[in-house]
């Protein structure tokens, strides 16, 4: 695999090599990240990347774009139908540039927007100070009880009362439990502001029909494709008919240039895959086994926000163990499992130390991995936290690490 690359351009060819042997030989546990299919890595590897294609299929600014335009209609169509949504643009580059376009269809800059607290699992494009979001408009948080570390519903309606916020952006990067959509629509209305809902997340157990779906309730929908739609790296903005003029208009010429017209191809190649029935099981068992996996970690004594989890992903309190998320993130990665660290609910630690880690099933049931493995993933986590600082007993856990993982190839032959 990938000879080209290796006859001219070896220095390369060993960082490509590595991360195919890095990807079959480690438990992949961080929750956005996940395997495309060897169907999905053709397309993007196909002739479609050398196509400028500014403007939409039948409204282009170039010629030549007979057979791209096929592409991106299929895309389009797809995305529809596996939604269920009235309007989808195939061309955001990444969840970021989507949900740019869909601030700037609905607001103007120093417009106000409610967003999830990011500490406690919002997304940076919700509000980052440093983000275009925390920049170009004033933010307002909703955060998480203290108590339950459910989304505090009542607190975030008074917010709204006081600040007017004129869209609200629901959605997260760290939540394990069910959103209500219906209720923050509700919500929304009442103060006559958009509701935008960002399912970067949950979009593949959505498609699957196994956790409940916004595309009814929101104004604008945005997704990634990659993490758990399980597609190549990139965006995807769904919307109701009334705004998809506007939300195409902001993606381009708005906020991009000409679409990366192999990425969308392979957005079609994930969208078609997801439509099958094979989809549907396979999400199933991301949540079983995400929700097997809290059970054997806390049996371990861990404490699971929120005391579990609706979808792929926890995340994991790590206070009871007197470790750092820093800490358990880098001795967990010396025994061969990646996570990454991530704050809890009211952290005592600064975001680069955290208390807690991030976990998530979508890449390790890729694999085929199923309930009975997530005992033994327990199990590794457990014995690398506990022993953090033995180098020696953390290499011993990624050789056990590694067997369990050559049992589930992740792309066959492209070792070679
Ligand atoms: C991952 C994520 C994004 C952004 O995706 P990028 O493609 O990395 O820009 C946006 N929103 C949420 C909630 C996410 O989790």
Redesign the pocket.
Known sequence: MYDEIRKTDPQLYKAVKGEVLRQQNNLELVA?ENYASKAVLEALGSVLTNKYAEGYPGRRYYGGCEYVDIAEKLAIDRAKKLFGAEHANVQP???????IAAYLALIEPGDTVMGLNLSHG?????GHPLNFSGRYFKIVTMNVHKDTELLDYDEAAKVMEKERPRLVMA????YSRVWDWKRLKKMADAWKAYLVT????YAGLIAAGIYPSPVEYADVV???T??TLRGP???LILSKAVYSKAIDRTNFPGNQGGPLMHAIAAKAVCFREALTPAFTDYQKQVLKNARKLARELQARGYRIVAGGTDCHLMSVDLRAKNVTGKEAEAALYKAGITVNRNTIPYDPQPPMVASGVRIGTPAVTTRGMNDRDMAAIADFFDDAVKHKNEDARLRGIAEKVKGLCARFPVYPGFEK
Do not use: W
Not at 122 to 126: I, Y
Not at 171 to 174: E, K, L
């Open positions: 956005s580059h990444s969840g970021t540039q989507a949900n919002g997304h940076l494009s919700h959605g997260a990067s760290n960002d399912i970067a997340h945005t997704t990634t990659h993490k790296r990139g965006g």
